[in-house]
């Protein structure tokens, strides 16, 4: 159980150090893991365990998904993503992806957050209703 504990603790720490101006560095990322995997401390795999967990969670709030049912235009684009990044920081990875399903609006992902504003899940929204 300590083991466990501290493992995630050094994890943690280690995750901390691969930051720079509050953007995760991927060539930090692999410097610790190497460097981790060289010096193999007490519980080394359990760390390397819990640091790719911290590294996989942050990957995913730092990627964004913008599905719609046709292209959306340059310019709004550029808007979208000004918006998503003063919203979450920058480093955000955002794709663009047409979805016709939709039939119309926008759904937005990024991390776990879901902006749902389409017409699809407004008419299924409805359909629940009755």
Do not use: C, W
Not at 63 to 88: D, G, H
């Amino acid at each position: 159980m300590k083991t466990t504990k501290q493992s995630r603790r050094d994890a943690k720490q280690l995750f901390r150090s691969t930051f720079v101006n509050g953007v995760m560095d991927t060539n930090k990322v692999r410097a610790v893991v190497t460097g981790t995997i060289s010096a193999e401390p007490r519980g080394y795999l359990s760390i390397l365990e819990h640091f790719k967990r911290f590294v996989k969670l942050e990957e995913d709030r730092r990627s964004a998904k913008i599905e719609s049912p046709v292209a959306i235009p340059p310019e709004q684009q550029t808007n979208l993503q000004a918006t998503l990044t003063r919203i979450y920081g920058p480093g955000l990875n955002i794709a663009f992806v047409e979805n016709p399903a939709l039939i119309g609006g926008l759904r937005i992902k990024v991390g776990s957050d879901v902006y749902d504003g389409s017409v699809q899940s407004s008419l299924q929204q409805l359909a629940e209703t009755f």
